[in-house]
């Protein structure tokens, strides 16, 4: 089992992401620490980063797909402006308009 991860931690990923993609964080630290959280649980009891806005099946290779960053992150802060769970947005994206809805992309 991979060791324990704290905020601190997944903070330090989401950032690694962010800074890999050009991409930036939700500037609300509120919800931006409601998913940090959210990765933190999932990753502690799974052992991956799986998506903090979606129900796991506890199998990473079922799961692939929606571990953070998602497979369709990029499509989505593209046509959007931000991530389904608006962890992350387009960096031009304007974060004090309203979130928009995203279908899943899931299929
Ligand atoms: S929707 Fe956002 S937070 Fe969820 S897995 Fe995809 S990139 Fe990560």
Redesign the pocket.
Same mark, same amino acid.
Not at 51 to 54: I, K, L, S
């Given at each position: 089992m991979k060791g324990k991860k704290n905020v601190e931690d997944v903070n330090a990923y989401i950032k690694k992401i962010s800074d890999c993609n050009g991409w930036k964080v939700n500037f609300n630290k509120n919800i931006l620490l409601y *998913?940090a959280e959210g990765l933190r649980d999932n990753f502690n009891r799974l052992g991956y980063y799986n =998506? $903090? +806005?979606?129900d796991s099946q506890e199998d990473p290779k079922i799961d692939r797909d929606?571990i +953070? $960053? =998602?497979r #369709?992150?990029q499509a989505d802060i593209e046509e959007y402006g931000h +991530? #389904? =769970?608006a *962890? #992350?947005f387009d960096s031009k994206y304007d974060q004090n308009l309203p979130l928009k809805m995203i279908p899943e992309r899931r299929p």
């Open positions: *998913l =998506c $903090p +806005c979606r929606i +953070c $960053p =998602c #369709y992150a +991530c #389904y =769970c *962890l #992350y």
